[in-house]
Structures are given as C-alpha cells and as structure tokens.
C-alpha cells in the first residue's frame, strides 16, 4: 500500500508515518496544502491522509482541487474541529472519510484499510440520472436544465443516492456516512432530509424521482419514459 499524508504538525506527521511504516506501508508526507496537491495529483497513492488545517491551502481546498481534476484516490480527512458541519463539508467537497483529532492510531489503520479495500473506482465529474445531474467538484444540482439550490446536508445525501445509480442506500449508511459515527440510530433525521430533497427535487417536477424501498432505505428512479412500472408496488414516495 502507498499512502500521502499531508499534515502539517511535524511531530504528529512522524509519529503517523512511522507507525504506517511499521505496518508495512510505504508513506510520502507532505506539510503544506500546495504541496500535497501537487504531490497528490502527480504521484500514483492508494490512499491520502489529508488534515484540513493546512498551510497555504487548506483541506477542503486541496480535496476539491483534486476532485475536479477528477483525482478520485480515497481520502481520509484529519480534523481538529469538533463540530458536524466540519465533518459534513468534508464529505460533500469529496472526501471519503474523516476522523477527529486525537484519534487512535488502531483506528487510524482501520479506516485506512477500509478505503483501501473499496478501492478507486471511475467517478464522473457529473453524476447523471434521468434528467437529473450532480457535479461534485462544483456543488451545484439541476433537473431538465433548471438549478436546483442545496445545503450541504441536502448535497450529501443527494449525493450518496447518486452514487448508488438506482440501487436502495441503507438509512443506516446514510446517517452514518452524512451525519458521523456519532449520530443516534433513532434519529429521524434522515426522513427529515430526505422530506426537505423531495420538495426541491420532486415537487416542481411532473415525476418524482426520490422513492422509499421499504424495510431498506431510498433510491433514485430515472425520470424518463422508460421507467419500469413494476417496480412501484414495492416502493413508495410517502
């Protein structure tokens, strides 16, 4: 496995290295944000470890300059933030993961090898459905040409639905992926959001795209003429 840390706490970057090292992982760390851009977008990684307190460009920037020019290596975010939107920002600019500073290097190398695991597979720059499309690099939403405006909640989740290309995606995942490891399994909040998406992305719209697959989770059906009738006994858009 080789993998690019970008940390900028040349003690902690150290102490990372040396113990991925140990574990047979060859790692190349970078302590500035310009530079572990460059060193991402030039070198062949199979994962990146990214702070986002970084100087002369930050985390978030460096993973949306990566994401555009469709660099799609996993990246496990750093913060030293405690805070869900943080966390949140972090996985609608395109970040695979985060973990929340001080961390324990088990976990560290679990995560890793989780995403690792997933491997790289080919994103588009634009995810489409129907007449739906998503550009993650950009933020931005539309339907049959019209700009759809988010938050970056909204975005997230909007987002995973995408990337699962019609298949259902778990509510559990959701809440995990979209709110942290953190968030109460009771929690409705994930109705809540999905409710807030459909006023934007089906109401103005003659045919609803976002159905609820019963005893699983959510899905994205292709608005288009084609859709498969059978399928609506078995999902609902309540």
């Known amino acids: 496995m080789r993998v690019l840390l970008v940390e900028d706490e040349e003690r902690l970057a150290r102490i990372v290295a040396d113990g991925l090292h140990d574990e047979g992982i060859d790692v190349e760390v970078e302590h500035e944000g ?16 990214l702070d986002i307190m970084l100087p002369k460009k930050n985390g978030y920037e460096v993973c949306r300059d990566l994401r555009a020019a469709e660099c799609w290596t996993p990246v496990l975010m750093l913060t030293a933030k405690d ?3 943080d966390e949140a920002e972090a996985l609608d600019i395109g970040a695979d993961d985060f973990l929340r500073k001080p961390f324990s290097f088990v976990v560290l190398l679990a995560r890793l090898r989780a995403l690792v695991r997933r491997g ?6 634009v995810l489409e459905i129907g007449s739906l499309s998503l550009d993650p690099a950009a933020g931005s939403v539309a339907r049959a040409g ?3 405006d ?4 909204e975005f997230a989740v909007l987002e995973m639905l995408m990337r699962a290309d019609g298949d259902p995606v778990r509510r559990s995942d959701m809440l995990d992926r979209v709110w ?7 929690s409705n909040v994930v109705e809540v959001y999905i409710r807030y998406l459909r006023r934007k992305i089906d109401e103005p719209f003659a045919t609803p795209m976002i159905e609820t697959v019963r005893g699983v989770g ?16 078995a999902k609902s858009h309540a």
Not at 150 to 153: A, D, H, K, S
Not at 180 to 186: I, K, L, N, V, W
Request: aromatic content about 10%; proline content about 5%; hydrophobic content about 30%.
């Open 34 to 49: 310009e530079s572990g851009l460059w060193r991402a977008l030039e070198g062949s990684y199979d994962a990146i470890i």
């Open 120 to 125: 790289t597979p080919a994103r588009p720059a």
């Open 218 to 233: 959510y899905r994205i059906a292709s608005d288009s003429s084609d859709r498969d009738g059978d399928d609506e006994s």
């Open 180 to 186: 942290g490891f953190d968030a109460e399994p009771a």
């Open 146 to 148: 019209t700009t759809i």
């Open 83 to 85: 805070g869900e939107y």
């Open 150 to 153: 988010l938050t970056r909640r």
